[in-house]
């Protein structure tokens, strides 16, 4: 049984350029999470998705950050012009269902480099 | 306010040595959820263990033990005789609520290294 899948898993940009990270969640997994590891701040929560709908991004920033679920394909988080401080572990996690009855699987990240 | 903290920043340990991650954890909330993830140094994140909060009995598993009290709002985590495999960044996480917690709040993780 697959895991979380993230792609790619390393990815160097360009200030200004586009970055899109992509996730597909386990099988039988229809709620992805994003969360950001920036170097000395720990892991936080970035946007919770189900298919077609984003339930919660209260952790997302204003700009230049952007996700979707679509209905077909994997998760995609999307950061445009990016900057220097972008550079960050990018994770992907999984549940099967909603809430904080289900546990959370990640994904092994995405390694962001702005240079 | 820091929901989770995790005091111990580094931990070092010579093998066969037993260790204790401390977790600190505040919430409001009656119902929550209690996690632990470890992060090895190729750095993906392993699910080790949930608890919810009206279930405070210790659990073993091998090698690993958690202490679940509510009096003291901790959920610590011992490795009882590490081993260098244990070498990795754990963390502790949170989530609060029934129907509407499921985002993770993270403790900024305890680097634990384990020496032959």
């Known amino acids: 049984n697959a895991g979380v899948m993230q792609n790619p898993r390393h990815l160097v940009r360009r200030r200004g350029q586009e970055a899109r990270l992509r996730c597909s969640p386990m099988k039988g997994h229809s709620h992805v999470y994003w969360y950001r590891q920036l170097p000395e701040e720990g892991l936080k929560f970035m946007v919770y998705?189900?298919?077609?709908?984003?339930?919660?991004e209260s952790g997302m920033p204003k700009e230049r950050f952007s996700a979707e679920f679509p209905k077909e394909g994997p998760s995609i988080l999307r950061i445009q012009q990016v900057v220097r401080g972008d550079s960050a572990a990018y994770f992907c996690a999984s549940s099967r269902g909603p809430g904080t009855g289900y546990e959370q699987y990640f994904g092994p990240g995405t390694r962001l480099t702005v240079t | 306010a820091q929901k989770v903290t995790q005091a111990q920043t580094e931990i070092s340990v010579v093998e066969k040595e037993d260790v204790t991650l401390e977790c600190v954890y505040e919430t409001r909330d009656t119902t929550y959820y209690l996690f632990w993830y470890k992060q090895p140094p190729s750095g993906e994140l392993v699910f080790l263990i949930r608890?919810?909060?009206?279930?405070?009995q210790n659990e073993i598993s091998g090698r690993y033990s958690w202490n679940f009290q509510k009096s003291t709002s901790s959920f610590n985590f011992t490795i009882t005789a590490s081993q260098v495999v244990d070498s990795a960044v754990y963390f502790c996480?949170?989530?609060?609520?029934?129907?509407?917690?499921?985002?993770?709040?993270f403790g900024k993780g305890t680097s634990l290294l384990v020496t032959p």
């Open positions: 608890r919810n909060s009206f279930d405070e």
């Open positions: 996480a949170l989530s609060e609520g029934t129907n509407s917690g499921y985002a993770l709040n």
């Open positions: 998705l189900q298919k077609e709908n984003i339930i919660d």
